[in-house]
């Protein structure tokens, strides 16, 4: 039987359309993030793989749930994260509701609506911001911001990637109610240019997620580490311009991502606004200790 390892993508965390444990983050934190990333990426493969049936999809995803709980055999892509969890005192929750995600990916190919892509977001998309905040001891109370944000970036891929989606796995993540009101159909994501209705329908779920971008940046000054409140700076900014690009633009015929000088560009200019900041209230501190 296929292994995780053998279902793996080769795909790392410099492929990701947003910054995973970027350089702005300290080096003691990067350690727990990467091991995380590195488990989510390897189930996230096994969800994904074009050719592997559903049941054999969930007992891997079983496998690395008994591997990270301990309640099971050792894995390569769970024992980092395991050491990680143990040594800096963290609960594996985040990660066991992400494999809650990846099994509806094994098994789920429609959502009726935005709600129920909202509730699939709450488990493949939030826990990933709030195991990052949690690395930083961050306070939970943050967290329904982190969750908007997570939630948009999850939705904007959905967007970028809905053809291939499609093509590869016979999976729509656009909901069909938001695809019938326009006049759209599943079908017409085969299409080498996406029709008017497919280009409304996508137009409007962009605009819905440029909303959960905006309730995402009540995040960024509430983040107490600088470092990681330059990265969430970044990655909102990201966010911000391709979900604005995807209000209009055809991510069947037309390529919506950013290249390496907009990315850095972009994202760069999100962090310098948020260091500058930053630093403009730590002025205002120093000012107010010593008056």
């Not at 099971?72 to 594996?92: Q, V």
């Not at 904007?156 to 695809?179: F, K, S």
Request: charge should be neutral; proline fraction near 6%.
């Amino acid at each position: 039987m296929t292994t995780v390892s053998e279902a793996g993508s080769g795909k790392g965390h410099r492929d990701e359309n947003f910054p995973v444990a970027s350089w702005l983050l300290s080096e003691q934190r990067r350690g727990p993030i990467l091991a995380f990333y590195r488990f989510v990426r390897a189930a996230d493969d096994v969800a994904d793989h074009p050719t592997l049936p559903p049941e054999t999809k969930l007992k891997l995803l079983d496998d690395l749930d008994d591997a990270l709980s301990g309640r099971g055999p050792p894995a390569p892509e769970a024992e980092p994260l395991r050491l990680a969890l143990s040594e800096n005192g963290l609960s594996p929750k985040h990660a066991l509701d992400l494999l809650k995600a990846f099994r509806l990916d094994a098994r789920k190919i429609r959502y009726a609506n935005w709600s129920e892509l909202m509730d699939y977001c709450a488990l493949s998309a939030a826990p990933v911001g709030r195991f990052v905040l949690d690395v930083h001891g961050e306070d939970p109370s943050i967290w329904p911001a982190s969750d908007a944000l997570c939630s948009a970036l999850q939705v904007i891929n959905h967007l970028q990637d809905c053809a291939e989606d499609y093509r590869r796995l016979n999976r729509v993540y656009l909901p069909l109610d938001t695809l019938g009101s326009h006049g759209a159909s599943v079908e017409m994501l085969d299409a080498p240019k996406a029709p008017q209705a497919l280009r409304g329908a996508v137009h409007q779920l962009a605009r819905q997620t440029s909303e959960l971008v905006s309730r995402g940046a009540a995040l960024i000054p509430q983040i107490l580490d600088v470092r990681l409140g330059a990265e969430i700076a970044a990655i909102h900014a990201l966010a911000r311009r391709l979900a604005r690009d995807l209000e209009s633009r055809d991510p069947l015929s037309e390529r919506v991502h950013l290249g390496k000088a907009g990315f850095a560009l972009v994202g760069g200019l999100g962090a310098a606004r948020f260091l500058a900041s930053a630093m403009m209230r730590l002025g205002r501190g120093r000012a107010r200790a010593t008056a």
